[in-house]
């Protein structure tokens, strides 16, 4: 089922590929180049690379009609399905199918350097995503057997959440206190709606006190005479009053 919802994208698409055919390997110390006809060709066409789910699929069509040269599919890269010779990194050794389980080796090339960059950079970025996908599912069926952390109430289990600063009163709920200056609470006032207010303390000054201004001497002749003084306002209401200054020595003897 999953296979059947796969679809197939297209990786690179290289418009000038050339084919040749490669004598077999005699020693492990790799293939090289060197040793094909490179300036002739056995066959010249389109390359394409695609994937439909992990493995890609290098493509050999015509460059006209599209028709299919040959197929190799990679399932791992570096593999034996696609190599690189030791003497130059534009040509490569593919290993391609036909389907019926027949298979051979044939070396590809490309003209543009930049080209062969592109179809070796191409294959990692797949495979590299395939490592990613498998790593990824890797870790959600490890997540899945383990034991699953069972945080509901058991049956008959209760809780019991205290929080501060709140009190109930029988009959409804409290009444919250005023806060008053600087964020000190304030007492609700007693009972008949009278406040006291206590008396100022004696140590407290009283800012508005007035000393008396001192008396003046007289200046006649330095006598102590008396200095008697009449002086008449008159009131507001319409009626006189009249004060009498004498000095501090009159005053003494009186």
Known sequence: MAAELEYES?????????VYRIPPRASNRGYRASDWKLDQPDWTGRLRITSKGKIA?????DKVSGELFAQAPVEQYPGIA???????????VIRIQD??????????????????FDFNVSLQDHFKWVK????????????????????GFKEGQTIKLSI???????????????????????????????????????????????????IPKSNHGGSNSALFQTKHHNHPT????EYHWQDSKDRLEK
């Open 238 to 241: 319409g009626s006189s009053f």
């Open 132 to 151: 990613q996908e498998s790593e990824i599912s890797k870790e959600s069926q490890e997540m899945d057997t383990r034991p699953k952390l069972d945080l």
């Open 82 to 92: 696609v190599e690189t010779v030791t003497d130059s990194s534009r040509y490569f």
């Open 164 to 214: 501060g600063n709140i009190t109930t009163k029988k009959g409804g709920a409290s009444k919250p206190r005023t806060a008053g200056t600087g964020g000190l609470s304030l007492l609700p006032p007693p009972p008949g709606g009278k406040v006291t207010i206590p008396p100022p303390s004696s140590s407290v000054a009283i800012s508005n006190h007035v000393t008396p201004p001192p």
């Open 99 to 116: 389907g019926t389980g027949r298979s051979a080796f044939i070396g590809i090339g490309f003209t543009d350097r930049g080209d062969a």
């Open 57 to 61: 699929y290098i493509k050999l069509e």
């Open 10 to 18: 297209v990786l690179c698409v290289k418009p000038d590929v050339s």
